[in-house]
């Protein structure tokens, strides 16, 4: 369905912009999914399919809703922009009709990806939108040999991503 590695690589170096970002990206992919489905519907199946697509889709609009600071003048409108995308995906989550399911779908699709350009041109412009933790480790890829040929892994403990009390 939706490569979730990449998307656990991205997180992993993400900062808060860009958290919010990859959260509307999986949005998207779930949705694109259940629609899919929806469109193919010949089985029970495809609605299982499209019912789960929308289910993950539900989900990860509640981590942006819990996600919001109600501290900042923007956050209530975002709030009202999500209940209303997470009530449109609530109302056809077990409809029957896939005709009426993707017209739904689609609607919020639109404007996930409104809201995704958005975020997408203030990550751009964020200067300092680094992890939280300020010291999240770099991920590299890739195989260290020894002299003696096997494969060694170094795993440093040097204290990072720690919390001082």
């Not at 999500?82 to 109302?91: I, N, T």
């Not at 989550?93 to 739904?104: E, V």
Request: net charge negative; proline share 3%; charged share 25%.
């Amino acid at each position: 369905m939706i490569d979730t590695s990449a998307y656990m690589l991205r997180i992993s170096q993400a900062g808060p912009v860009q958290l919010v970002v990859i959260n509307f990206e999986l949005i998207i992919d779930f949705l694109n999914a259940a629609k899919n489905a929806a469109e193919k519907a010949t089985s029970t199946e495809d609605m299982d399919t499209f019912r789960e697509g929308i289910q993950k889709g539900k989900n990860a609009l509640d981590e942006l809703i819990a996600s919001l600071n109600f501290d900042t003048p923007l956050a209530l409108g975002f709030y009202e922009i999500y209940r209303y995308a997470y009530k449109r995906l609530s109302d056809i989550h077990y409809t029957l009709d896939p005709q009426k399911a993707c017209d739904a779908v689609e609607e919020v699709l639109e404007l996930m990806d409104t809201l995704l350009k958005g975020w997408q041109d203030a990550a751009s412009k964020a200067e300092n939108d680094v992890p939280q933790t300020g010291d999240a480790p770099k991920v590299y890829t890739g195989l260290t040999y020894g002299r003696d040929g096997n494969a060694n892994e170094y795993i440093d403990e040097g204290g990072g991503r720690s919390f001082m009390a």
